[in-house]
């Protein structure tokens, strides 16, 4: 069973937060940790890949493009 609801109430301060984005309806990522983002999935330093929804490519690469000249 899942239950949704919780989810979202646990991740609320999540996107206050401008190091943060969301690739993915199941994903949050802190930007400190990308190592790469590409236009399909985002390289962690950990080594995880993370996917790229198609509605977001252009706002993830924005996001990240952005925090990045401004850091």
Do not use: A
């Amino acid at each position: 069973v899942c239950n949704r609801g919780k989810f979202d109430d646990e991740v609320m301060p999540i996107p206050q937060n401008p190091s943060f984005v969301q690739p993915h309806k199941s994903y949050w990522v802190n930007m400190e940790y990308i190592l790469e983002c590409s236009q399909e999935s985002i390289s962690m330093e950990d080594g995880s890949s993370i996917p790229i929804s198609r509605n977001q490519r252009m706002e993830i690469k924005n996001k990240y493009l952005t925090y990045f000249t401004e850091v």
